[in-house]
């Protein structure tokens, strides 16, 4: 299936690109838009560099310089001139425009920000709606989560958008603090940058209250820049103006691999990228999306974790954080579990008996509050992996 607003002049802007990037590929100006992708070859982070120009002549014309993290392999080069950061603001602005009010709302962005340009184009967008934003991280020795705690009650922060893994960090640290309590006016969090699942979100409103709004931010990258705006039920809205959506799979499989392209320039332009990432079409809410993460919903290993999540997320106390390891040949599960209130035989207890109830045929076994786990370190990773093969 192929997603965008206007298919025809879709179709005049990839071939104009496609022609600068594979000039080798003889493009017809009468091919319709889906024979055209299909001619052109699928690209993956590593082939994106060759989007730069061999010469230099992109770094007089950057008004930011940014690169990927680099957790999955080489940082990738993701440098933004005035008008892609521009329309890159112009999309948070539209996500942020459906959850917050200006005069009413005021954010905390939680992120480390370095070469970051996704947080650039956020404090873009939010200084364009007139709605106050700080930046906070935790950095020891200079600002602690005692500083942060009272700088988002201070400023009487409503709105925290961060990853869902720096977020139960915070809160984690706030719970130990002993205010017994969240900033006093945090009532919304806006997640980004991992699956939120619909038990995440049980469970961030059982830590901050029944009340909240928890939902996903926006659905993007940084060379891909913002690509979806989230809502408030769990699903993503495609920008359709600006991009190209390929989602590819057989047909009778729920989830496809998302493939996307660019519509509007940029210094980096984005032809046919696979994300690796997958998502579900939900017919009800076309062109509405749910995303599945970097795993299809078929797979074993997919609906495997999801049930650990399901069952962590059942307790009757918040979960901060869980990480295990699990052997299929064994069927063995190993889970670590992080609650604030003492590491009570009951907690154990209760979680191996839902872990049997969903996964009936494993061997589980839990340890709560472990004394070596880096989830308690000072500063977390913004992204974290919670089950690993052994």
């Given at each position: 299936m192929i997603l965008t607003s206007h298919p025809e002049s879709a179709a005049q802007r990839v071939r104009a690109r496609a022609r600068q990037i594979h000039p080798q590929i003889v493009i017809h100006a009468e091919t319709q838009l889906t024979e055209l992708l299909e001619t052109l070859p699928v690209l993956s982070k590593a082939d994106l560099v060759r989007h730069l120009p061999s010469d230099d002549c992109w770094l007089e014309t950057s008004v930011l310089f940014s690169e990927t993290s680099g957790t999955t392999g080489q940082p990738l080069q993701t440098p933004r001139g005035a008008g892609d950061l521009a329309w890159n603001a112009i999309n948070q602005a539209s996500a942020y425009r459906r959850f917050l009010q200006p005069g009413v709302d005021r954010v905390a962005i939680l992120h480390p920000s370095i070469l970051s340009p996704f947080i650039e184009a956020s404090s873009i967008a939010l200084r364009e709606l007139s709605i106050g934003q700080v930046r906070v991280f935790p950095i020891p020795r200079v600002c602690d989560y005692r500083r942060i705690f009272e700088v988002l009650d201070r400023y009487r922060i409503t709105t925290v958008m961060s990853t869902p893994s720096l977020v139960y960090k915070l809160l984690y640290e706030f719970a130990k603090l002993g205010e017994g309590r969240s900033p006093?006016?945090?009532?919304?969090?806006?997640?980004?940058?991992e699956e939120l699942s619909p038990s995440s979100i049980r469970n961030f409103k059982q830590i901050i209250g029944p009340d909240s709004l928890v939902v996903p931010f926006v659905y993007g990258s940084s060379e891909a820049a913002t690509l979806m705006l989230g809502r408030e039920d769990g699903l993503f809205d495609p920008v359709l103006n600006d991009f190209v959506f390929e989602l590819r799979g057989s047909n009778e499989d729920d989830e496809?691999?998302?493939?996307?392209?660019?519509?509007?320039?940029?210094l980096m332009p984005i032809l046919r990228y696979d994300t690796g990432d997958y998502f579900e079409i939900v017919p009800a809410n076309s062109p509405a999306l749910r995303f599945l993460g970097r795993i299809g919903s078929n797979s074993v290993e997919r609906r495997f974790r999801s049930k650990v999540e399901q069952a962590v997320h059942l307790l009757d106390k918040p979960v901060f954080h869980y990480q295990g390891t699990f052997s299929e040949a064994n069927r063995q599960l190993n889970v670590s579990v992080v609650v604030v209130a003492p590491s009570d035989a009951t907690t154990k207890f209760a979680l191996e008996e839902k872990l049997r109830e969903y996964l009936p045929s494993w061997q589980a076994t839990v340890d709560v509050n472990p004394e070596f786990i880096e989830f308690t370190q000072f500063s977390p990773a913004p992204k974290t992996g919670k089950l690993t093969s052994c």
């Open positions: 006093r006016s945090l009532k919304k969090l806006l997640l980004t940058g496809k691999k998302l493939i996307v392209t660019w519509l509007r320039d940029g």
